[in-house]
């Protein structure tokens, strides 16, 4: 297990990488620290050959982040200094093609939302509950509601963000927002064997190809898109992975898959 600027860990299960928080004492709220950790986990998961997978969850069953830290924030402020106290560098891009699966319990609040939105999967247990509450305290979000909006569609979306109060999880479910409502405290153990079926019975360059296909269509264009799988295929159809896939196939067993 690696440790991260104290508020991060990453193991290593075999192709999946487990990320969690670890503040507990402050229901992971983000500071200046946490924000670090987490990025440094993320590029160290993205630039691993041998990790295929993420889930990215929480040490504690209280809560999956609480939001930004006010306390840090204020200090911040005190400072002089005006700007956030740092920010996700999964927010506002694909920043990687290999698949990356939240497990939510507990409270979900602002900064934590927005971290489960840069996965591609959320799964949460009955425990959970979402939040956006910045128009209860006088201002307004701005990426969230844009990605809510692509990922839940209008109406949903904005009855999720008003008038701000908690969301449980089978309403996210019913608003497409997650896609499994896991018994309590088993959320992280349904992403990592959703997670871990994908690492045995997918190619992961297929897995990419398409994961990078699905982001482009909603997030840039239908175009780019298309463009991008076209290019993806031809090249795929040269690797080893794709090879073995026609041979399992015709052998009625089950594909090896290495990444090449």
Not at 97 to 116: D, S
């Amino acid at each position: 297990m690696t440790r991260f600027h104290d508020r991060v860990t990453l193991e290593r299960r075999g192709r999946v990488a487990l990320i969690l928080l670890d503040r507990p004492e402050r229901l992971n709220a983000f500071d200046g620290e946490l924000y670090q950790g987490l990025n440094e986990a993320l590029h160290t998961f993205r630039d691993d050959v041998e990790l295929w997978a993420a889930v990215i969850g929480s040490s504690s069953s209280r809560a999956f982040s609480a939001g930004v830290d006010i306390k840090a924030l204020n200090a911040h402020a005190e400072a002089g200094r005006l700007q956030g106290v740092g920010g996700l560098d999964i927010d506002g891009n694909m920043f990687t093609n290999k698949p990356m699966i939240a497990a939510v319990e507990g409270h979900c609040v602002g900064e934590g939302v927005n971290l489960a939105l840069g996965c591609d999967l959320i799964i949460a247990d009955e425990s959970a509950k979402f939040a956006i509450s910045e128009i209860r305290i006088g201002t307004n979000p701005i990426d969230i509601p844009i990605k809510l909006s692509k990922k839940m569609g209008y109406t949903k979306a904005f009855a999720f963000l008003n008038p701000g109060t908690p969301k449980d999880a089978y309403w996210c479910e019913r608003a497409g927002l997650v896609e499994q409502v896991a018994e309590l405290g088993q959320a992280q153990q349904v992403a990592l064997e959703f997670a871990e079926g994908l690492c045995r019975d997918c190619a992961p360059l297929a897995v990419r190809a398409q994961k990078e296909t699905l982001w482009r269509a909603v997030f840039e264009s239908e175009e780019s898109a298309k463009e991008q799988g076209l290019e993806a295929r031809t090249a795929m159809r040269k690797s080893n992975d794709y090879r073995e896939g026609l041979i399992a196939f015709s052998e009625k067993r089950s594909p090896k898959f290495d990444g090449n």
